[in-house]
Structure formats: structure tokens, C-alpha cells
């Protein structure tokens, strides 16, 4: 199985500040990489996929990059609306695989 | 607009069966893997199985021999039948449409149905 490993699992940010959160795959898997937003008590919601590629409807201050093994997830302008927990997932192989999680709080 | 639904869940025992379904609306259902994934109480996203719009079926190792994912694409509708119930399958049970028809990530998400599995 391909394991995913998200880093940090949680960070302390303002408003405004620039976040990047990172998701590293045990072995090669191209681009096959997404990344999703969850809210407590709410359906994850699909912010990216293909590594790089935003969601209809996902505003450009998220962005995303990486290929292979590793990847990162970059949020430009933090605010109040983006502070939940962020998951990628590969889908190389199965079985599908996602990352623990990375927390963004309030600081 | 894309809507998934699930119900079905609900309180089962140890060693018993549930079925989960998930009504779909707003695409072309048969065109698109659906998918189960679930989420343990305050862990993280796990995905389950994956039916592609053909009927092939992908799971999990570890409800693998116990879980059967299947489609009713005359109806809309998508299930998952739970055997042999384990306290480990507690969690919320999100219904996920593929973001194509051959893709393997998600773009549509249900809002859940959690399943708790006590005696």
C-alpha cells in the first residue's frame, strides 16, 4: 500500500499569512494527488486534483504543486473561512490512500 | 447540481449487517465511479470501496469478504451492504462521486451517515 504522510498535522496561523502543508508518498505516484478541505461536522470538500488542477469553483488562493513523491498544498492569503483540517489522497493504485491530516488554527 | 444522500445507518451489532445507500442527482449516474469512504469519531478519512460505472468493485483490505459495494443505475442509487460488523466500522460514512469516469479521486461528497456498531 502506498502510505501518505502529511506534515505538519497541525500549525498556528494568522489571518493573511501564507500557509504550505506538505504530503509526501511512500513511492512514486506521478501526479495522481489530491487534496481535499474539511470543516467539523461537514463532508470533506474537493479543493484540487492531478496535483495542480483546482476544482470548479475553488478560488486561486489555493494552489497546489509537486509530482512523484512529494507534494505541497499552499493556501496565499489565510482566511477565517480557511481554517479546517486538509487531507491529500493518492490515486495511483489501489488501495486509495490519504494523508493524517494537517489542522490549520486560528493563532 | 450534484446531490449524493445517504441513509441507512444507524445503531448495528457486533457480528450483524447494515446496508447503506446513497441516492445520486444532478449527473449522469452510470457514467462515474461512486465510492465509500468513511471517517472514524475524530480520526481521519479512510477510503472503503469503489464501484466503477460498469460494475467492477474495488475494496479496502479491511472490510474485504465483508462489505459488498453495488450500483442500480436505472435508479440512481448506490450501496454498500455491511457483514460481520466490527466495532473498528463505527464511523461516518461519506457516499463520494469519481471526479470522471475513469478517475480515482472525488469531487462530490455526501453529507454522511454514521453508522455505530455497540452491543
Known amino acids: 500500500d502506498i502510505q501518505m504522510t502529511q506534515s505538519p498535522s497541525s500549525l498556528s496561523a494568522s489571518v493573511g499569512d501564507r500557509v504550505t502543508i506538505t504530503c509526501r508518498a511512500s513511492q512514486g505516484i506521478g501526479n495522481y494527488l489530491a487534496w481535499f478541505q474539511q470543516k467539523p461536522g461537514k463532508p470533506p470538500k474537493s479543493l484540487i486534483y492531478e496535483a495542480s488542477s483546482l476544482q470548479s469553483g475553488v478560488p486561486s488562493k489555493f494552489s497546489g504543486s509537486g509530482y512523484g513523491t512529494d507534494f505541497s498544498l499552499t493556501i496565499s492569503s489565510l482566511q477565517p473561512e480557511d481554517f479546517a483540517t486538509y487531507y491529500c489522497q493518492q490515486y495511483h493504485s489501489f488501495p486509495l490512500t490519504f494523508g493524517g491530516g494537517a489542522k490549520v488554527e486560528i493563532k | ?119
Not at chain 2, 57 to 77: C, L, P, Q
Not at chain 2, 91 to 103: E, H, I, L, M, R
Open chain 2, 1 to 119: 447540481e450534484v446531490q449524493l444522500l445517504e441513509s441507512g445507518g444507524g445503531l448495528g451489532q457486533p457480528g450483524g449487517s447494515l446496508r447503506l445507500s446513497c441516492a445520486a442527482s444532478g449527473f449522469t449516474f452510470s457514467n462515474y465511479a461512486m465510492n465509500w469512504v468513511r471517517q472514524a469519531p475524530g480520526k481521519g478519512l479512510e477510503w472503503v470501496s469503489l464501484i466503477s460505472g460498469s460494475g467492477n468493485t474495488y475494496y479496502a483490505d479491511s472490510v474485504e469478504g465483508r462489505f459488498t459495494i453495488s450500483r442500480d443505475n436505472s435508479k440512481n442509487m448506490l450501496f454498500l451492504q455491511m457483514n460481520s460488523l466490527r466495532a473498528e466500522d463505527t464511523a461516518v460514512y461519506y457516499c463520494a462521486k469519481g471526479y470522471t469516469s475513469s478517475s480515482l479521486t472525488f469531487d462530490y461528497w455526501g453529507q454522511g451517515a454514521l453508522v455505530t456498531v455497540s452491543s
